[in-house]
């Protein structure tokens, strides 16, 4: 926990046994760098909007596009509002041969765009889509567009 005020730092602590100097677990803030990574690729590619379907991105799972999923837009994505009937983490999802078609093949619980569940399958869908319009994994985007300027070295991805 670092707090600053007026450009000072006023307050520095570290808990479970962690110390300033070895990297800690983020977990989840993952998906607010993967929201900014997504911002930074959506600024270089004019061409792609958030109200496109997930499935332009995706479309060897076009025959996915069935029951409501082919409603399911990237800004949906990108709030965690695609509709997916899900339980987080599920385990099936670490075990499936194909994770995006885990989690693209989702049941609907709710129309997209109408309710929020919290959705890790959403940020690997985000991912997979930095992935395509960038043609590299998310980590090698991440260090040259993010890590890199930032001036962030030590890292676990």
């Known amino acids: 926990l670092l707090v600053f005020r007026n450009n000072e730092l006023v307050l520095e602590e570290y808990f479970y046994g962690y110390h300033r100097d070895e990297l800690q677990q983020n977990r989840s803030c993952t998906k607010s760098v993967t929201s900014l990574m997504l911002g930074i690729a959506l600024d270089r590619h004019k061409e792609v909007h958030t109200d496109q379907c997930i499935f332009d ?15 399911i ?8 509002m695609a509709g997916y009937d899900w339980d987080d983490i599920p385990a099936e999802m670490f075990v499936a041969d194909d994770c995006f078609r885990y989690i693209l093949s989702r049941p609907l619980a709710s129309e997209p765009g109408e ?4 959705n890790s ?37």
């Open 115 to 118: 309710q929020f569940t919290y």
């Open 73 to 80: 837009t990237l800004g949906h994505v990108l709030t965690m």
């Open 121 to 157: 399958g959403c940020s690997i869908l985000l991912g997979g889509v930095i992935s395509i319009l960038e043609t590299k994994n998310t980590r090698a985007f991440a260090e040259e567009e993010l890590f890199t300027p930032l001036g962030i070295t030590d890292y676990f991805w």
């Open 57 to 71: 991105f995706f479309p060897e799972y076009d025959s996915l596009k069935t029951d409501g999923r082919e409603n």
